[in-house]
């Protein structure tokens, strides 16, 4: 059956350190995977999509890879603030309508 | 634009009662998704509408709910009748139908707790 993998529930990142999220995915070839970001007590908000023809995607202190033979998508924040906590979810889709998310990864980061 | 909007944010309710969640989204959007978020299962897609019609509602649990959307500016979910394992934060989603992929914008959620 068609499975997506946060790599863990939580994460806990020192400030100004390079906070790295991994999301796995099996039985699916999706044409695009997108990262949002939700905070406590509201909706997710879309970051990045990287296509499935990308290697590396970059927007501000973030970065997506997209690696279609490990079925695996790493997403990193650099120089990570205590403001970047937050639940990261990674989402797929393999039609251009209707994505399924990932359980997402709780990110906490310490001053 | 006001993003998407939902209503009640909050609703508590009994066991047994008819519940009705509402959506306004974005204007212009031509797709409209109703998810339910919970701690165990996370984010699950119930059903997804496109031009008002209704797509994949695969999701959608069992026949005590049901959505509608009546016109491109609102849609509703309904819960009848409700349970306590009912009880999660419902998420609208819209977003434009665009050729290569699609930008969810999520409205704030409406949270529910059935006694």
């Known amino acids: 059956s068609q499975k997506i993998e946060q790599n863990s529930e939580a994460l806990n990142i020192q400030e100004g350190k390079t906070a790295t999220l991994t999301c796995n995915y099996t039985?699916?070839?999706?044409?695009?995977l997108q990262w949002y970001r939700q905070d406590p007590g509201r909706g997710p908000v879309f970051l990045l999509l990287i296509r499935e023809n990308e290697k590396e995607k970059r927007k501000e202190r973030l970065k997506v890879t997209f690696d279609t033979t490990l079925k695996q998508s790493l997403f990193h924040i650099t120089a990570s603030q205590p403001a970047d906590s937050a639940t990261y979810l990674c989402a797929l889709d393999s039609s251009a309508s209707k994505i399924i998310f990932g359980s997402g990864t709780r990110l906490s980061i310490r001053p | 634009d006001a993003g998407v909007i939902q209503s009640p944010r909050h609703e508590v309710t009994e066991m047994g009662q008819e519940v009705t969640l509402r959506c306004k989204p974005i204007?212009?959007?031509?797709?409209l998704f109703w998810y339910r978020q919970t701690m165990m299962r996370g984010l699950e897609l119930l059903i997804y509408?496109?031009?008002?019609?209704?797509?994949?509602d695969s999701g959608m649990p069992e026949d005590r709910f049901s959505a509608k959307m009546p016109n491109a500016s609102f849609s509703t979910l309904k819960i009848q009748p409700s349970e306590p394992r009912d009880s999660a934060v419902y998420f609208c989603a819209s977003s434009l139908d665009r050729v290569d992929y699609n930008e969810q914008f999520f409205g704030p959620g409406t949270r529910l707790t059935v006694l």
């Open positions: 039985n699916y070839s999706p044409a695009y």
């Open positions: 204007s212009g959007h031509d797709y």
């Open positions: 509408f496109n031009n008002n019609v209704p797509i994949d």
